[in-house]
């Protein structure tokens, strides 16, 4: 069991900047990659970017240029650094966690609004 708890959200201003953290415990051993995906309302949820556990990252188109992913392995923590913020951006986002064996975990989600 992979237990994900996010914080960093929060409401910002368009251009503006938030970051998130995702902390892992339980089996973290057995990561194969974690990520951020986000839902907005009405709309299904879309990987925004994700890192394997060799450190490769990928991007959603939308946020490429914007958004970098990073992580600190001595503290177990993914990060989602969001900059140049635009109210499309708004959604409630989630942390990932995929298994070796390809299960998959999440976290509760953490709210991002992005409004003048």
């Known amino acids: 069991q992979v237990q994900l708890v996010e914080s960093g959200g929060g409401l910002v201003q368009p251009g503006g900047a938030l970051r998130l953290s995702c902390v892992a415990s339980?089996?973290?051993?057995?990561?194969?990659?974690m990520g951020w995906y986000r839902q907005a309302p009405g709309k299904r949820r879309e990987l925004v970017a994700d890192?394997?556990?060799?450190?490769?990252?990928h991007y959603a188109d939308s946020v490429k240029g914007r958004f970098t992913i990073s992580r600190d392995n001595a503290k177990n923590t993914v990060y989602l650094q969001m900059n140049s913020l635009k109210p499309e951006d708004t959604a409630v986002y989630y942390c990932n966690f995929v298994t070796i064996r390809f299960s998959q975990y999440w976290g509760q989600g953490t709210q991002v609004t992005v409004s003048s």
């Open positions: 890192i394997t556990s060799g450190g490769s990252t």
């Open positions: 339980g089996s973290i051993f057995s990561m194969k990659g």
